[in-house]
């Protein structure tokens, strides 16, 4: 049975300090349910690590559910929904008035996540954060109030059922494009081009308005978000990024160039930027909640399968607080067979995300490059920019597919084949 890592009382977040300290208190991984699961796959009537992934995602889901044998009897699939004042200045060619009747058309299940969490065999919520009330316009005041930033995270966090075997995250909201596209840039650098992409249909003129639109409430907040940092330092950053001869922007000024990965102290001792107060200023209340429901099941032992940009987006502010690191690709490994630790390492985030997977990578501009960032490496690839968490429930079936090889497939005693010689 499950022996889950519980906050309880659950963590206070009545201050982003308090909030910040609830981030960094992250239970780790069951190393013991871990080397139990390596220990029967090395016996499974197939050469080592023959199932490539599909190894590594029973080994994540068993480690974290601390169980020896993982299991998917209850799958939650949880949609946050949220308005954006940016939506004022024209970066969605649908008016806000949608996103509560798509929140209707979830309930009276006439959306395609409903169709998909029937097939994922998934229970499905959605919670409209404050009564889907709309956020400010962040390119002339910060999208959010300290009191409505935790109300929302906090939100998130109560949402998340502690019986769940694994919590699948989407979100709502016309707009919230822009946001996450911003809120990548505040946090890992760039310009509102770099990061802006077609959202729910815009055209070329469209995107580049979306960019401009950005790029004012970057220069907006600029002060507010980062420290100065050296040109160089930045240029070099950027660099790394987004590649060389890359026009460079003021919004490089607020991003996180020469930071420390936990946001305490940057290069040479100058004081770094705030994750938090970027989601803050930049981000929505769905994607606070998104954080929110992703720090409830660090804290209960809870795998999450992240949807696309904007999901990813929203968690990235924990990423960036607790050091999250890529970690390469998973490979073919040797004809001795890969060592399943080392394949549970490889492709997967660190930090704050460990407990994560991407379920897919969206056709959304930005969300290739901030996976990368971020560590994270895609279960799917099939265009998809729809949201709803509809790739994380296409994703389900596939977890299915490694929990049923692993607990199913005979050994090589059982099953009285010969082994390797």
Not at 5 to 18: E, N, Q, T
Not at 194 to 221: E, F, N, P
């Amino acid at each position: 049975m499950k022996t889950s890592i519980l906050h309880d009382p659950k963590p206070s977040i009545a201050s982003l300090a308090s909030l910040r300290a609830a981030c960094m208190a992250l239970p780790g991984v069951d190393a013991v349910a871990q080397q139990q699961i390596a220990n029967r796959e090395a016996e499974l009537t197939k050469p080592a690590g023959s199932l490539g992934r599909l190894e590594e995602l029973t080994h994540w889901l068993g480690g974290w559910q601390k169980r020896a044998r993982p299991q998917l009897e209850q799958v939650q699939i949880l949609i946050f929904a949220g308005n954006h004042g940016v939506v004022r200045q024209g970066v969605s060619p649908w008016p806000q008035d949608v996103t509560a009747q798509m929140v209707q058309n979830f309930e009276s299940g006439g959306a395609a996540i409903n169709q998909l969490a029937r097939v994922a065999e998934a229970r499905l919520r959605v919670v409209p954060v404050l009564g889907l009330a709309s956020t400010a316009d962040f390119t002339t005041a910060p999208a959010m109030t300290e009191a409505a930033f935790l109300e929302a995270v906090r939100t998130g966090y109560d949402a998340v059922p502690r019986d769940c075997d694994l919590l699948c995250l989407g979100e709502m909201g016309i707009g919230n494009t822009t946001a996450a596209s911003a809120l990548a840039a505040g946090l890992f650098g760039g310009t509102g081009a770099d990061w802006a992409g077609r959202g729910t249909g815009l055209d070329a003129t469209g995107v580049a308005h979306k960019a401009r639109v950005i790029d004012a409430a970057l220069a907006y907040h600029k002060a507010e978000m980062a420290a100065a940092q050296g040109t160089s330092a930045m240029e070099g950053e950027r660099a790394k990024l987004f590649g060389a001869g890359t026009p460079a922007s003021a919004a490089q000024e607020a991003g996180s160039h020469g930071a420390s990965s936990n946001g305490a102290s940057g290069a040479a001792g100058l004081p770094a930027y705030d994750p938090l107060e970027i989601a803050r200023r930049l981000g929505g209340y769905e994607l606070a909640a998104l954080m929110g429901a992703t720090l409830a099941a660090r804290h209960y032992g809870i795998p999450v399968l992240l949807d696309g940009f904007v999901c990813t987006a929203a968690v990235a502010p924990l990423a960036r607080l607790t050091g999250n690191e890529a970690k390469g690709t998973v490979g073919a490994g040797t004809e001795a067979g890969p060592g399943l630790e080392d394949q549970a390492r490889s492709g997967a985030a660190t930090g704050g995300l460990a407990h994560t997977r991407l379920s897919h990578c969206s056709a959304e501009a930005g969300h290739a490059r901030l996976a990368e960032k971020l560590g994270l490496v895609p279960l799917l690839d099939l265009g998809l920019r729809l949201g709803e968490a509809s790739g994380a429930a296409l994703a389900v079936p596939l977890l299915r597919a490694a929990v049923a090889c692993h607990t199913g497939m005979a050994t090589f005693a059982q099953a009285a084949v010969s082994g390797r010689t």
